[in-house]
C-alpha cells in the first residue's frame, strides 16, 4: 500500500473512533445525573495519559523514517534541477544560467538508470518553488523544496521504468498549474 | 439556570451594539469569501476554461485572507464581548480595529480582484517581487499597505484585551501558576487563562508580520539580499500562529458558553491550567512542520517540529475536547441551535487535529505536503471547527439581545444540510491529497486529473453549504440588525 | 560537495565560467559537477620500493585521496603538495581513517624521484602517504576518468596542468577538489563527506544577508546565525509585551476590582 492510503486509513480508523465517541456522548446527555468529580478526574487523568504514550509510540515509530538523506551511502548519480518561473530544468550537468537552464528545460528527458541511487541537487533560478517527483501511474514519491540561495538534496531509488513527471509544489506565480519537468527510468537489465 | 450571558449587564450597549457589527461584518465576510472558494472549486473542475488562470490566484489570496481575518475577528469580537463580564476592555478600540479591518479588507481587495495579485495569502518571499507580467508593483505595494493596516490595527485591540485582564489580573494568576501551585483561590475563568496565552502568542505572530513586511522593503530596494529561508520561518510563524490561535479563541468562546448549556461548571483545574502553559511553550515551535520539506533546515529543528506538532495537539485538545465531553454526558445538556453548533465545532476541531497529526508526521509529509491533503485538514478545524463555535456565540448572543429564544423549526434540517454540505466538500480534499492531487493549482494536468472531478463534486457539496448557510445566516443577520437597533435605541 | 563551484557560477550569473564538456575546456581545472560519484578505473600503481599493486587494493580498507604530479615540476605541484600536508596537521592525519596518494603522471619519474619528492615535503609513509609512479597508459586513463590533464609545454620545458584532489571511496569519486593550494577548511569538508557525514542541503554564494543557520563545511554542523535572532524576536518581543502590560515588577497589594458597568 502506497504510504498515501497508510496515512488516509490511520486518519480514518482514529476519526471513527473519536465520531463515535462523540455520538455515544451526545446520546446520553438526557439523564441528569451528578457526576463523580474524582472518577472523572481519573479518567481524565487516564485519557490524556494514553493519548501521550500513542503519541510517543506514533513518534518512536516515525521519526526514524525522515525523509532526509544520510551519507552512508554512494549515489550513482547525480541530476541537476533548476526550478524557474515556469519550468524545471533538470540535467547531468549544473545548471548555473538562464541559458542553461532553457536549454536543460526544453532538451531531452534526462535517463536515470532503475534500481540505482540517484541524487536531485535542486535548486530555484527566482523564487520558491516544490519539486515534486510522481510515478509514472500520477502518484506523488517525494519531493522537497527548490528555494532560491540552497541547493536541497533530494536521493531516490526508483524501481520501475517510465517517464517520471515533476510537478510544481509551491505557488510560484500564475502558471504554477503547468510548471513541470520530466525524466526517464530506464531498465539496467542485469538486475 | 445561568445564561452564557448573564453576566450581560456587565456589557454596556455599546458593546452590545459593537458585537452585532462585528458578528455582520464576518458573517458577510464569510458568505462573500464562500463564494470565492465555490469559484475556486468550479475553476479546477473546468467550468471557466475562457478565464485566465490569473484569476484563480488572486480569488485564491482573497479568499483565504477573507477567511482568515474574519474569523480571526469573529472569535476576537466573542472573546471581547465574553471578557467583559470579569474585565472591561475598550470599546473604542475594538471599533478602531473595525475601521482598520475594513480599510485593509478593501485595499487587499483592491489589489487582488483589480491588480490579479495573487501570490497566495501567505505571499511566500520573494513571489511578489517577481509578477512575470501577472500584476503591476502598485498592486503590491497596495496589498503590503493593506497588510500593514490590519496588522497595526489588531495587534493595537489584541494588546487592549491584555491591558484589560492586566488591571484586574496579575500575569501569573491570569496563566493560573497559583492553580499549578495547588491552590485553588483565587478562581480564574479559563476564558481569561486560555485568551492571555491566546494574545500574548498573536502578539508574536502580528510581530513576525511586521517584521516579514520589513523584509521585504528591505528586499525590494535593494538594501539588503534577505535569505528566503528566513522569511519562510517568519512567515509561517506568523501564518501558522494566526490560524492556530483563532481556534484557540473559538475554544475560549466554547469554555465559556458550553457551561451554560450543561447546567454544570467548568474550571480552571490543574490539568487546565497546566495544559493552556504547555500551548504557551509549544505552539511557537509548532509552524516548524510547514518547513519539513526545506531540507535547508538541519534535522534537529525538524525533529523539535514534529514533537511540538505532536504534543500540541494534547493539551489543547485532549485536555478540552475531554471537558466538552464530560461537561455534557448526563448533565441534562439544553440542545439549542447554539449548543449543536458548539458540539458539532469540537467535533470538528478533533477530526482537523486528528488530520493535521498525521500531516505533522515528517515521513508522511514527505507525500502530502501541498497536496489537498493540507486544505482538508485546515478547513475541517476551520469551517467545520472554529467557525461553528463562532457561529455559536453569535445565535446565541442576538438571540438573548432580541429575546427570542426559541429555534425556528427546520434548525435540525439546517445543521444537517450544513454538516452534509461541509463533510462532503472536505471529504473530496482528503480523497484528493491522499491522490496525490496539488493544492493550489488552477487547473490539473493529465496526471492528476481525478482532481476535476474531485473538485466538481466538493462543488456541489460547496452549493449544499451555501444553501444552508444562506438560510440560516440571513435569520441570524435580521436578529443581528435587530438586536443592533435595539442597542443603539438603548443607549 | 560542490558548493563553491555552483555558487560561484550562480552568483556570477556566469555562464561558462566553467566547461560544461567532460573534455574540459583548454587550460581549466576540471569540473566537479561532472564526475561526481563516477567510478574511478582501478589502474596498477607502483609504489616507491614496493612491489605493484591495483588501486582497489589502497581504497579496499578507507578512503583515498589522490593528487597527480610530476617531479620536475616548478609550478604548482609542490606548493599545493606542501598545503596539504599543513592541512592534514589540523584536519586530521592520514592513517585515521584514510591514505594519500600522490601520483607522477610523468613517464620520466623513477622511484627514486618519488622519494626525493617524499622527502622534500616531509611526508611518510607510516603516515599514510604513498608516492607512487604508474603506465602511462594507465594514467592517461585516471586522467581522463576524472577530467584531469597534462601537456606538454616545449618552450617552458614544463608539463601544463591544473592541480587536483580526488578522495575516493570504495572506487567512486566523491569529491574533486581544485585550486593551486588546499586549505585545511575544504579538506576537513572533503574529510567529512568520505566518512559518510551528509547534510540534505547547502548554501549557494554568501551574499545574503541574515541567515538563519551558517553551514560549516569543515565540520558539516550548522551554527545559528544572525537570522536566527530576527526568528526569536517575534516570541521576545510577545513575552515583552506581557511584561510591560501586566508589570509583574510592581507589587500592587490589590488589583483593581471589577464593577458591572
Ligand atoms: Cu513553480
Not at chain 1, 76 to 100: H, N, T, W, Y
Not at chain 1, 165 to 177: D, F, N, R, T
Not at chain 2, 297 to 319: D, H, I
Request: glycine share 8%; aromatic share 12%; charged share 15%.
Amino acid at each position: 500500500m502506497i504510504p498515501q492510503y497508510k496515512a488516509l486509513l490511520a486518519f480514518l480508523i482514529i476519526t471513527a473512533a473519536a465520531t463515535a465517541t462523540f455520538l455515544w456522548v451526545t446520546r446520553n446527555t438526557a439523564n441528569k445525573e451528578r457526576l463523580n468529580p474524582e472518577a472523572v478526574s481519573k479518567l481524565r487523568s487516564r485519557f490524556a495519559i494514553t493519548c501521550a504514550l500513542l503519541l510517543i509510540a506514533a513518534l518512536a515509530l516515525t521519526l526514524p523514517h525522515l525523509p532526509y538523506p544520510r551519507g552512508s551511502e554512494i549515489p550513482d548519480k547525480v541530476v541537476f534541477v533548476a526550478a524557474k518561473q515556469f519550468a524545471f530544468g533538470l540535467s547531468e550537468a549544473p545548471i548555473a544560467s538562464d541559458a542553461q537552464w532553457e536549454a536543460a528545460s526544453q532538451g531531452p528527458a534526462v535517463r536515470i538508470p532503475a534500481n540505482r541511487l540517484v541524487e536531485f541537487r535542486v535548486t530555484s533560478l527566482d523564487v520558491n518553488h516544490g519539486f515534486g517527483v510522481y510515478s509514472p501511474g500520477g502518484t506523488l514519491l517525494a519531493q522537497t523544496q527548490a528555494m532560491p540561495g540552497y541547493v536541497n538534496r533530494l536521493r531516490l531509488r526508483l524501481q520501475n521504468p517510465g517517464r517520471y513527471p515533476v510537478l510544481c509544489l509551491e505557488l510560484c506565480g500564475m502558471e504554477h498549474h503547468s510548471m513541470r519537468g520530466i525524466f526517464e527510468v530506464f531498465a539496467t537489465g542485469k538486475e | 439556570m445561568s445564561s452564557p450571558t448573564s453576566a450581560s449587564s456587565a456589557a454596556t450597549p455599546r458593546l452590545r451594539r459593537n458585537t452585532m457589527l462585528w458578528a455582520l461584518l464576518a458573517m458577510a465576510l464569510f458568505l462573500v469569501s464562500t463564494l470565492l472558494g465555490l469559484f475556486l472549486r468550479l475553476f479546477q473542475g473546468n467550468s471557466f476554461p475562457a478565464v485566465e488562470p490569473v484569476w484563480f490566484y488572486s480569488a485564491l489570496t482573497l479568499h483565504a485572507l477573507i477567511m482568515v481575518g474574519a474569523w480571526f475577528l469573529g472569535s476576537m469580537a466573542g472573546v471581547h464581548y465574553l471578557l467583559s463580564r470579569y474585565v472591561r476592555p475598550s470599546s473604542a478600540i475594538s471599533e478602531l480595529a473595525m475601521g482598520g479591518s475594513v480599510v485593509g479588507v478593501v485595499l487587499i481587495s483592491i489589489s487582488t480582484l483589480l491588480g490579479k495579485f495573487g501570490v497566495g495569502w501567505y505571499f511566500l518571499f520573494p513571489l511578489p517581487l517577481y509578477p512575470n507580467g501577472a500584476w503591476s508593483p502598485w498592486a503590491t505595494i497596495v496589498f503590503f499597505a493593506g497588510l500593514a493596516i490590519l496588522a497595526v490595527f489588531w495587534l493595537a485591540w489584541v494588546l487592549d484585551l491584555l491591558r484589560a485582564i492586566a488591571r484586574r489580573y496579575s500575569l501569573s494568576m491570569a496563566l493560573g501558576w497559583h492553580i499549578l501551585r495547588g491552590a485553588k483561590e483565587p478562581e480564574v475563568p479559563p476564558l481569561v487563562l486560555i485568551t492571555t496565552v491566546s494574545l500574548v502568542v498573536v502578539t508574536a505572530a502580528l510581530v513576525a508580520a511586521a517584521l516579514v513586511l520589513a523584509l521585504f522593503v528591505l528586499h525590494g530596494s535593494g538594501r539588503a539580499n534577505v535569505d528566503a529561508l528566513l522569511m519562510k520561518n517568519l512567515t509561517f510563524l506568523f501564518g501558522h500562529i494566526i490560524v492556530n490561535i483563532t481556534l484557540y479563541l473559538g475554544v475560549a468562546i466554547l469554555y465559556e458558553l458550553l457551561p451554560a448549556f450543561a447546567g454544570r461548571p467548568w474550571k480552571t483545574s490543574w490539568l487546565v491550567a497546566f495544559a493552556w502553559n504547555a500551548v504557551l511553550l509549544l505552539v511557537l515551535f509548532a509552524y516548524l512542520h510547514h518547513l519539513y520539506m526545506d531540507f535547508a533546515q538541519p534535522r534537529w529543528v525538524q525533529v523539535v517540529g514534529q514533537t511540538a506538532s505532536y504534543f500540541l495537539s494534547l493539551p489543547a485538545a485532549a485536555v478540552s475536547v475531554f471537558g466538552s465531553l464530560a461537561l455534557i454526558y448526563r448533565s441534562g445538556f439544553r440542545w439549542t441551535m447554539a449548543s449543536r453548533l458548539l458540539v458539532c465545532g469540537v467535533l470538528g476541531w478533533v477530526i482537523g487535529g486528528i488530520a493535521a497529526v498525521v500531516d505533522a508526521t515528517v515521513a508522511v509529509n514527505s507525500v502530502f505536503h501541498n497536496t489537498l491533503w493540507v486544505p482538508a485538514h485546515f478547513h475541517t478545524y476551520y469551517l467545520m471547527g472554529v467557525v461553528l463555535m463562532v457561529l455559536a456565540f453569535f445565535d446565541h448572543l442576538s438571540r438573548e439581545l432580541t429575546g427570542s429564544d426559541t429555534d425556528v423549526p427546520a434548525a435540525g434540517w439546517i445543521l444537517s444540510l450544513l454538516l452534509l454540505g461541509g463533510y462532503g466538500f472536505l471529504a473530496m480534499f482528503y480523497y484528493g491529497g491522499a491522490t496525490s492531487v496539488p493544492r493550489r493549482f488552477a487547473t490539473y494536468p493529465e496526471e492528476t486529473l481525478q482532481g476535476v472531478i474531485q473538485a466538481r463534486v466538493a462543488a456541489a457539496f460547496v452549493v449544499l453549504l451555501l444553501a444552508a448557510l444562506v438560510i440560516y445566516l440571513s435569520r441570524m443577520a435580521a436578529r443581528c440588525l435587530r438586536a443592533f437597533a435595539l442597542c443603539r435605541n438603548a443607549s | 560537495m560542490t558548493f563553491p563551484r555552483i555558487a560561484a557560477c550562480l552568483a556570477a550569473g556566469a555562464a561558462a565560467l566553467w566547461g560544461q564538456s567532460p573534455a574540459g575546456s583548454l587550460n581549466q581545472p576540471p569540473n566537479e559537477d561532472l564526475y561526481l560519484y563516477h567510478s574511478v578505473p582501478d589502474i596498477l600503481v607502483r609504489p616507491a620500493g614496493k612491489p605493484a599493486m591495483p588501486l582497489s587494493e589502497l581504497w579496499r580498507e578507507r578512503p583515498l585521496l589522490i593528487t597527480m604530479v610530476f617531479t620536475r615540476c616548478a609550478g604548482v605541484c609542490y606548493p599545493f603538495l606542501r598545503s596539504l600536508r599543513t592541512a592534514t596537521e589540523s584536519a586530521g592525519k592520514p592513517p585515521s581513517g584514510y591514505g594519500i596518494l600522490v601520483l607522477s603522471f610523468d613517464s620520466r619519474d623513477t622511484a627514486s624521484d618519488m622519494k626525493a619528492a617524499a622527502a622534500g615535503i616531509g611526508a611518510r609513509a607510516d603516515e599514510g602517504w604513498i608516492f607512487a609512479t604508474a603506465a602511462e597508459e594507465s594514467v592517461r586513463r585516471l586522467a581522463e576518468a576524472t577530467g584531469f590533464w597534462f601537456r606538454w609545454d616545449g618552450e617552458r620545458r614544463q608539463f601544463d596542468h591544473p592541480a587536483v584532489l580526488l578522495a575516493v571511496k570504495h572506487g567512486r569519486l566523491v569529491r574533486l577538489f581544485t585550486g593551486g593550494r588546499i586549505p585545511a577548511e575544504s579538506l576537513g569538508a572533503i574529510l567529512r563527506d568520505l566518512a559518510g557525514g551528509f547534510v540534505p542541503s547547502y548554501p549557494l554564494a554568501d551574499k545574503t544577508s541574515f541567515r538563519c543557520f551558517q553551514y560549516n563545511a569543515a565540520t558539516g554542523s550548522y551554527s545559528l546565525d544572525w537570522g536566527a535572532v530576527l526568528l526569536v524576536l517575534p516570541g521576545a518581543a510577545a513575552f515583552l509585551a506581557a511584561l510591560l502590560t501586566f508589570r509583574p515588577w510592581r507589587r500592587k497589594c490589590a488589583r483593581a476590582p471589577f464593577q458591572a458597568a
